[in-house]
């Protein structure tokens, strides 16, 4: 009960802010927005079908997607260190709700932004001619949660060890934008160099990416092919990519829960 | 054995090579509003940091109510409520939405909720600011929102960590009035710390603490017969002389304070028409005064608490100028 209180008004509270701040909404879609139609206006005549009759735009749409995911999901690192440099996380602290609760409740209010942000560009999709069905969307709606989930925490581990915005800012560029470009949103997985397929095997991002981009892309009969991920030889399915970015959020969500609640 | 609500046995917290808190032991009763006086970084914030479950202690122990601030958190953190030295609202929020936060995170029983929450903020006069958010409040309207806070679930143990620092003069008697009325009305705990002088004469004991030592712990009066005499306090144009001839002619040992001397007698009244007959050194100013905490503390540490303040309180006002810049 204590636990489940203490998600919930920190939540609660992360969403209260983010309605109050219109303009974080507005600025942090004109990037994925501006992404899409210029490199895809840009390139696309260039680059061909980069599937069956799928062209560059809508090729990179659902890795612009993820980007927006991953991008805003990182806000609750952010978010932290934030309060911290403010005062506010002191009456966080020392609130009779328990630590663990409140890594939760910081990483689901910014994945739950990162949700909304995710589905605002979702809907462009009409205008560079990608249609979806009703059950596409309930099955992306949880995918692009749980990539948010994953990454957040991450963010949230971050900000329980390093404290200073400067700092944790210049962390997450480091790690977000080779996140971003090592994650196959921009380009197809198969016959990259081997250091670049390396990395994109590690990046978690990939696993989120790559089955957003499925659902969107594949999964009509007459559009049918794998965007999926070949690892050791393997051709995955949106399944296995899934568990393992969940795998991945239960783990760093663990770390978080257990890093926020010791720090001083 | 009376009941303490608050009992630090032993507490001591070194950060490297510093030790902030030098093995203190007190004990407070309930319903005491009970002082913290020392200068800067004699370990004030440090030892409410502490009993407030928000700093380990490295060894020794504190009880709030009976209950251990490391081993029993979450039921020591319900009785407690935090005035914090440092700003820790939310700025991006009205001060209403503080308020419902810190309700929802307490748990305070949603029927009662609105009522107390209205009470409290006529109480701080800021019911007519409630909406705005808390970026436009003043220094002094933030304070004050800040006591409402700390009240808002009716906490067992209030701490006030220098809960006037950088007010004018004004807001620091409107603060002093809330927390006088709250303690006579709801029979709160009040801990305090402060290292302005006449405040923590308000307070029925104080522990004056210095270089994370407690030095002394009695009632404002009885620390005050430390100093037991008269304080008089004079101005010669040769002070070096004057003190000299004090040493000479009455065997007491003169101090320098500021641009004068000062030294103690028995009976001020009497003494001082004979002293300005005799005296020989040409006297500028002379004045008598009651002992003040401003004596005891100087007399216990040889130092001035005086000399820091005006110090801290600009560094408050670049720390605070500071963090509206990097927004
Ligand atoms: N987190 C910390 N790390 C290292 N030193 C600290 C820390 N917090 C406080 N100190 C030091 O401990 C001493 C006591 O500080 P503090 O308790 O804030 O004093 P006060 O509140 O009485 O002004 C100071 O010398 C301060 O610099
Ligand atoms: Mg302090």
């Known amino acids: ?58 090729f990179i749409f659902p890795g612009i997607i993820g980007m927006t995911v991953l991008m805003s999901s990182f806000m609750a690192g952010v978010s932290v260190v934030w309060d911290r440099e403010f005062g506010f996380l002191k009456e966080v602290l020392v609130a009779p709700i328990s630590r663990a609760s409140v890594a939760v409740g910081k990483t689901l209010g910014s994945a739950t932004v990162a949700l909304l942000q995710g589905l605002l560009i979702l809907l462009f999709a009409p205008l560079i001619g990608v249609s979806f069905t009703a059950s596409t969307l309930l099955v992306l709606l949880p995918l692009m949660f749980l990539l948010a989930v994953s990454l957040g925490s991450l963010g949230v581990l971050l900000a ?95 770390l978080a829960m257990w890093s926020f609640s010791n720090q001083e | 054995m009376k009941d303490y609500i608050i009992k630090v046995e032993n507490l ?3 950060f490297s090579e510093l030790v902030a808190v030098d093995n203190i032991s007190f004990c407070v009763e309930q319903g005491e509003l009970f002082g913290f006086l020392g200068p800067n970084g004699a370990g004030k914030t440090t030892t409410i940091n502490i009993l407030c479950t928000l700093t380990k202690p490295s060894s020794g122990r504190a009880l709030i109510d009976g209950l251990d601030v ?19 609202l939310d700025e991006r929020l009205s001060g209403l939405q503080n308020l419902r936060f810190h309700a929802l995170v307490y748990s305070v029983p949603a029927s009662v909720r609105e009522q107390r929450i209205e009470q409290l903020l006529k109480m701080v006069e800021l019911w007519d600011k409630r909406h705005n958010k808390v970026q436009t409040y003043s220094g002094g309207m933030k304070r004050r929102l800040e006591l409402a806070r700390g009240l808002l679930h009716h906490p067992k143990v209030l701490f006030l960590d220098e809960p ?38 308000k307070a029925d004991r104080i522990a004056i603490i210095d270089y994370g030592k407690l030095i002394a712990i009695d009632t404002p009066g009885k620390l005050k017969k430390v100093v037991s005499k008269d304080v008089i306090s004079l101005k010669t144009d040769d002070n070096a002389r004057a003190a000299e001839e004090i ?60 000399e820091e303040e005006v110090n801290d309180q600009f560094k408050t006002m670049v720390r605070q100028h500071g963090r509206r810049m990097r927004r």
């Open chain 1, 160 to 254: 329980t060890r390093i404290r200073s915005m400067e700092a944790f800012q210049a962390t997450m560029q480091m790690l977000m934008f080779p996140m971003v470009f090592l994650s196959g949103a921009f380009f197809p997985l198969q016959g990259l160099p081997a250091w670049m397929n390396i990395m994109v095997k590690f990046n978690p991002a990939t696993y989120g990416i790559a089955p957003i981009r499925q659902i969107i892309l594949g999964t009509d009969p007459n559009l049918s092919y794998s965007y999926n991920i070949n690892l050791f030889g393997q051709t995955l399915t949106v399944w296995n990519e899934v568990a393992i970015l969940a795998i991945f959020g239960v783990i760093v969500i663990l």
């Open chain 2, 247 to 306: 040493k000479v002619r009455y065997q007491i040992e003169a101090r320098h304070d500021g641009d004068g001397l000062c030294f103690e007698v028995n009976n001020g009244e009497e003494f001082l028409p004979i002293f300005l007959k005799e005296f020989s050194t040409k006297i500028l100013n002379v004045s008598l005064r009651r002992p003040s905490l401003d004596d005891v503390f100087l007399k216990l540490t040889g130092r001035e608490i005086r």
């Open chain 2, 70 to 88: 490391v081993r029993q958190q979450s039921q020591v953190r319900q009785l407690i409520g935090l005035v914090f030295q440092d700003p820790s």
């Open chain 1, 1 to 58: 009960m204590n636990h489940l209180r203490g998600v919930y008004t920190i939540w609660y509270r992360d969403i209260l802010r983010f309605w109050h701040d219109k303009m974080r909404m507005i600025s942090s879609i004109t990037f994925p927005l501006l992404f899409l139609f210029v490199f895809g206006s840009g390139l696309s005549a260039r680059m061909g079908v980069l599937g069956p009759g799928i062209d560059f735009t809508q």
């Open chain 2, 164 to 201: 006037t620092l950088g007010l004018d003069p004004q807001t620091r008697n409107r603060i002093w009035e809330y927390v006088l009325e709250l303690r006579q009305r709801e029979g709160t705990t009040i801990f305090l710390t402060t290292h302005y002088m006449d405040e923590a004469e």
């Open chain 2, 12 to 14: 001591v917290k070194r």
